[in-house]
């Protein structure tokens, strides 16, 4: 009898059955897999790797990809969006592109104004040739 008296006393307690909605990623430093491929290398016997997998809370794959990031040097890499490097010729060629534009604009502005001057010279030619 005591023990429904202390069972109805102390409800048992449930754990809250909702899963939380986002997890964050985990962002390891170069150091830090600097310092668990050093000491993977260090691991001698069977069973020691692993040992060091489920105590630091990292898969295989990760450390089999640091294995390769460093063979390869690629193991600082900045995250984020990559930065488009814009080729010199293409900037080059806008450049001369607009140059070019502007002087054909400038090219036909005196081109109309040469025009106008040698119609202004006729018509005075004209005129003294009519005054005489």
Known sequence: ??????????????????????TTRRKFTVAYKLRILKEAESCTEPGQIGALLRREGVYSSSLSSWRRQVA?????????????RTDPLV????????????LTHKLKQAELIISVQKKVAELLKESSEEKS
């Open 1 to 22: 009898m005591d023990e429904k008296k202390s069972a109805a006393a102390h409800p048992r307690v449930v754990p809250n059955p909702e899963v939380p909605e986002k």
């Open 72 to 84: 390869q040097g690629l193991l600082p890499k900045k995250r984020g969006p990559v930065a488009r």
């Open 91 to 102: 900037r080059r060629n806008a450049e001369l592109e607009k140059e070019n534009a502007r």
